[in-house]
């Protein structure tokens, strides 16, 4: 079955870094584009950043730009996002989550087939 496991989230103070990773399995990974997605109370979903696994090509939401790098290790079918210079706006709980194609095939995000449990960032000032 398809499976997303999210990690690495936590508790860290403005200006630190966490590193998120998202272990996929039960799909075939290169057909898929994986989504990094945040959701913090009384707020909308925000698209953070997406990669496509089959051409390496990335998003991220301008909020992150410069802060936030999504990655991919293919062989261990795990897309990481790596968090630096974390604000207390970033505060919320992460998701990855996959659909099928590249990123750009994504318009809305209940576009999305599957997703995972999600794990909290939490950044303090």
């Known amino acids: 079955e398809v499976q997303l496991v999210e990690s690495g989230g936590g508790l860290v103070q403005a200006g630190g870094s966490l590193r998120l990773s998202c272990a996929a399995s039960g799909f075939t990974f290169d057909d898929y584009a994986i989504g990094w997605i945040r959701q913090a109370p009384g707020k909308e979903r925000e698209g953070v950043s997406c990669?496509?696994?089959?051409?390496?090509?990335?998003y991220y939401a301008d909020s992150v730009k410069g802060r936030f790098t999504i990655s991919s290790n293919n062989a261990k079918n795990t897309v990481y996002l790596q968090m630096n210079s974390l604000k207390p706006e970033d505060t919320a709980v992460y998701y990855c989550?996959?659909?099928?194609?590249?990123?750009?095939?994504?318009?809305?995000?209940?576009?999305?087939?599957?997703w995972g449990q999600g794990t909290q960032v939490t950044v303090s000032s």
């Open positions: 989550a996959t659909v099928l194609g590249d990123c750009e095939v994504v318009d809305d995000l209940d576009e999305y087939d599957y």
């Open positions: 990669i496509s696994i089959g051409d390496g090509r990335t």
